[in-house]
């Protein structure tokens, strides 16, 4: 079974200012992806990056990075420049190759960024 | 491309009412799925299909069927609509579900079902 922990029900940022989103996550596969979602209030789902875990270096998508630990099991994002677009629930998921398809998702935190 | 679509929007339903709910992909993606989401969760897995005429079980199976005759389409039927499926449903699909990027799921705008 693999599992997603996000321990940061909210947090705040002022714009343009960088912000770290927490994802711990567990399973005993050695082979896994790691990705995150960001849910606006309109409710869609969107993608905004992907780590497999034999990648060697962070995963980065313009202002998005990635920073994976694989020793510590954790796999924060990383919100450069921040903007009030930004504010919106954000989703940590995995899968894992006996249960690649079959997304896991964390609770979740709720980003608010102030002007 | 209009990437992954799901009809209705929203929905009430009666209990013990049935109905399907709608989604269709034109990416070519081999691989489908449901999930819903409940209120301060995150999603959680219903069915998922890794190719036309192969579906399968996730986490949330029970009181839900889906079918899969062609590569684009993957409706979600409630066959008799109770109070606790009342959730958010998310369509979505994938290249493959193989160790790479390739695995991303890419999601439909949801549909908002509401049972009395």
């Known amino acids: 079974a693999q599992k997603i922990t996000q321990t940061q029900p909210g947090m705040f940022v002022q714009e343009k200012e960088a912000v770290t989103l927490d994802c711990t996550y567990d399973t005993s596969d050695q082979s896994y992806g790691l990705f995150w979602y960001k849910q606006p209030s309109s409710g869609e789902m969107i993608f905004l990056i992907y780590?497999?875990?034999?990648?060697?270096q962070n995963a980065t998508e313009g202002r998005y990075s990635l920073n994976f630990q694989k020793a510590r099991k954790s796999a924060n994002l990383v919100i450069s420049a921040s903007q009030l677009g930004d504010s919106a629930m954000y989703f940590c998921?995995?899968?894992?190759?006996?249960?690649?398809?079959?997304?896991?998702f964390g609770q979740g935190t709720i980003l608010t960024v102030h002007p | 491309n209009a990437g992954v679509t799901q009809t209705p929007k929203f929905q009430v339903l009666k209990t013990g009412q049935s109905m399907t709910l709608q989604c269709a992909q034109d990416m070519n993606h081999e691989y489908m799925s449901w999930y819903r989401q409940d209120p301060g969760m995150g999603l959680r897995l219903i069915h998922y299909?890794?190719?036309?005429?192969?579906?399968d079980q996730g986490e949330v199976p029970n009181g839900y069927n889906v079918s899969r005759s062609t590569t684009e389409d993957f409706p979600l039927r409630l066959l008799s609509a109770a109070p606790s499926q009342t959730s958010v449903y998310f369509c979505?699909?994938?290249?493959?579900?193989?160790?790479?990027?390739?695995?991303?799921?890419?999601f439909g705008p949801g549909t908002r079902l509401l049972v009395l």
């Open positions: 998921a995995m899968t894992s190759v006996t249960s690649y398809g079959k997304l896991t």
């Open positions: 299909s890794v190719g036309a005429g192969i579906t």
């Open positions: 780590q497999g875990s034999y990648d060697e």
């Open positions: 979505a699909s994938s290249y493959a579900p193989r160790p790479t990027r390739q695995e991303t799921q890419y």
